[in-house]
């Protein structure tokens, strides 16, 4: 069975600051790594993922993770935080090879300060 | 192209009554996901589809909560009778198939049972 910590539920920063949201995982073969994002009364939008190759993913809105195998981690930032960034993120994890279902984390709530 | 179609977008209704939830997914996607999410709390699978067939139900409270998807396209989800604690919002997703795919969200569907 797999399963995501998502450590902070509420994460401030300031506008211009980095942004970084943390995830760890578990699961028992290698994972794939999800992060969405979701604005108010709006359904979930991937942001980026994890699937094979390169460790350092690049997604929309210049949000980026590194998925590191020693740590268990899946750790999403932002060099610099804009007001449109203010959403909730939540991670999620799925095991590769055949059908497992996707397990997401509890969220973080991002709010971003002017 | 156009996204996850989901109706009604706000529901309220009392305890004991019944309701039912209707996703449209995206053009050619084979899967489709119902979920939960509880004010708080990510999304919890109820089910998923593959075409018209059940891959993962694991987790649908079956002595209330019903699924269908009738030729494989658009699905309805009942919850009959309601209880308090299944205020939450439903949300449906869809993907093209494949393990690791992204999964594109609907708005979802805001329920309150009072």
């Known amino acids: 069975a797999q399963s995501v910590t998502q450590l902070g539920s509420h994460v401030s920063v300031s506008e211009g600051a980095l942004v970084l949201l943390r995830c760890n995982y578990s699961?028992?073969?290698?994972?794939?790594l999800f992060w969405y994002v979701q604005y108010p009364n709006q359904g979930l939008q991937l942001l980026l993922k994890?699937?094979?190759?390169?460790?350092l993913v690049k997604g929309i809105n210049g949000f980026e993770a590194e998925f590191k195998k020693s740590e268990t981690s899946f750790h999403l930032t932002k060099p610099s935080a804009h007001m449109s960034d203010a959403a909730e993120y939540f991670c999620?994890?799925?095991?590769?090879?055949?059908?497992?279902?996707?397990?997401f984390g509890t969220g973080t709530k991002l709010q971003v300060i002017p | 192209e156009a996204g996850v179609a989901q109706s009604p977008r706000y529901k309220i209704i009392e305890k004991r009554q019944s309701v039912a939830f209707w996703c449209n997914p995206i053009s050619g996607h084979a899967t489709l996901y119902w979920y939960q999410q509880i004010l708080g709390q990510g999304p919890k699978l109820l089910i998923q589809?593959?075409?018209?067939?059940?891959?993962?139900d694991s987790q649908l409270p079956k002595d209330r909560f019903s699924a269908e998807r009738l030729k494989g396209v658009d699905s309805t989800l009942k919850i009959q009778p309601a209880k308090l604690e299944d205020s939450a919002v439903y949300l449906c997703a869809s993907s093209p198939g494949s393990v690791g795919e992204t999964q594109y969200f609907g708005p979802g569907t805001r329920l309150l049972v009072l």
């Open positions: 994890y699937t094979t190759g390169a460790t």
């Open positions: 589809f593959q075409n018209n067939g059940v891959v993962d």
């Open positions: 699961s028992s073969v290698p994972p794939y």
């Open positions: 999620a994890v799925t095991p590769s090879g055949g059908y497992q279902k996707v397990t």
